[in-house]
């Protein structure tokens, strides 16, 4: 289920990157270090160059350090701003119900299909604002 991602691997339409950071030296072929934020402290400093991009001078581009939360484990947290819509899937023998849900992290908005029960116990407060429109 959605909700607690490992830094780094956020929706397919969601920053990539942060930074720019200044590259201190090249401890490998392959590896250099970076100089990271006070932030970052929990992060490694020592990336492969395939987890690093070169520069681009746009800002637009660039996901400032301070809207990104990572806890001691390296996770984030995000959050789901409203249920859009719900769909019930058939299988063999049972159904089981899902809803899309619209998900905030930092700047970006995804939307994801997720098992309605599981979201229920994780964001019960989603679905109690939804049922009051439909008893209304």
């Not at 830094?7 to 339409?13: A, V, W």
């Amino acid at each position: 289920m959605k909700g607690v991602m490992r830094f780094g691997k956020n929706g397919k339409l969601s920053p990539r990157y942060i930074g720019p950071y200044k590259i201190i030296r090249r401890v490998d072929q392959v590896a250099y270090e970076l100089e990271l934020p006070q932030e970052l402290s929990s992060v490694h400093l020592v990336f492969h160059v395939s987890m690093l991009r070169k520069c681009i001078g746009d800002p637009s581009h660039i996901t400032p350090t301070e809207g990104v939360q990572v806890t001691g484990d390296l996770t984030y947290e995000e959050v789901p701003i409203a249920i859009l819509d719900r769909q019930v899937r058939k299988l063999r023998n049972k159904e089981i119900a899902y809803v899309k849900v619209l998900w905030r992290n930092q700047q970006v908005e995804e939307v994801t299909w997720e098992a309605e029960e599981a979201m229920k116990l994780k964001y019960p407060h989603l679905f109690q604002i939804h049922e009051k429109d439909e008893n209304a």
